[in-house]
């Protein structure tokens, strides 16, 4: 069976959905499936690289800078996607047909392109949705409806149209489909986010000791630091918690709100909050599993149900997480239904401090609710899992042509 991956961003870029997607192709490749993995980077000389990394052969598209480009240079990059990649690659992708294309969203703009490949191939094809936009941005107040929104709103919805089935996050994205274009509309089923559940030869880190941070309980976020990650929120957290000495929060990451994080920090004096910049992923990992409690920020006018990537690495490392989130979120239940975390609405400022002090006040309980996460993440979020759930929609008679018996595991790539 040959696979397609159309992903925006992959190795080496640290983003969690990068690593979701290099996981799951190994393990699509672990399956004795043949994976091709078709990405876009500005990083690159040529318009199109291709080469061989433990089996997954990856295809690079040359494309204008799009992430960390500003919003208005990175919208009219972003929209050329399809075009850019059919022009550059469309030769490769001639030759190298697939029988499932899987692409990743975001971005939305990759609909035209599958929708090409799926005419001239006549495969399936599967949607995984982790961003439903341009509502999340309307509901932040980044858009306002008009031209622009109703011509995302259009690639949108042919984004969807493009998918045979749509893997959403959780139960609460089915409602959001349901209200929004009808039940029946598009094929839908919730996919969870993965991860591997064993992550070979992490390498050994000293953070803490490094960061001057050995006596210090600290709070973790990691991951993209943008409009929906309300870094207002973070800073008001650190600041109602400056006279404790006990508490750091530590954040790492980049995005469209990192510098202005850095310059709220500075101007504000704040002592116990620090950013640091992206680091690489396996480096990351071990990271993580020197701090004490995982934080998750989401903005309070968001209606969708995020389940945001950085939430595995913090079961991964069997950290409690604290969560300040949108109200009617699906991480409530999640979260606290397996006492692996505590959630707090944001805008709850006075509940969110109280929840960061009972965390730093009592070990037992941060062992307790990071040992649950793992158990959680052991349960619903594995690769396996949703490596198997995707390729049950792969055509039956190629399916049968799979062997049961599954391969070695494949080995972490090598990338430039």
Known sequence: MRILILVDCYFPIYKSGAKQIHDLGAEFLRHGHEVTVLTTTHEISHDLEVSMQRGVCVARVRTPQIKGASNLRRGFNEIRISALVWRKAGGFLSKHPADLIVFYSPTIFLGALVSRLKAMWHCRSYLILRDIFPEWALNAGVLKRGLTYRFFRKKEIEQYGAADIIGVQSEGDLEYFGRNFGLGRFRLEVLLNWTKLDESNPPKTEFRLRLGLVNRIVFFFGGNIGIAQDIDNLIRLAASLAGDSRIFFLIVGEGSEARRLEATIAERRLPNIRRLPPIEQREYISMVSEFDVGLISLDRRLKNHNI?????????????????????????????????????????????????????????????????????????????????????????????????????????????
């Open 308 to 416: 945001p990537g950085k939430l595995l690495s913090y079961f991964y490392s069997e950290i409690p997480v604290l969560a300040s989130i949108n109200a009617g979120s699906d991480l409530f239940a999640l979260l606290e239904g397996n006492q692996a975390g505590i959630c707090v609405a944001n805008g709850d400022d006075e509940g969110l401090r109280a929840a960061a002090l009972q965390l730093a006040s009592d070990r037992d309980l941060r062992q307790r609710m990071g040992r649950n996460g793992r158990l959680l993440l052991e349960e619903k979020f594995t690769v396996e899992s949703a490596a198997q759930q995707i390729m049950q929609h792969l055509p039956r008679p190629v399916l049968s042509l799979v062997p049961r018996v599954l391969l070695p595991a494949v080995k972490e790539p090598v990338t430039s």
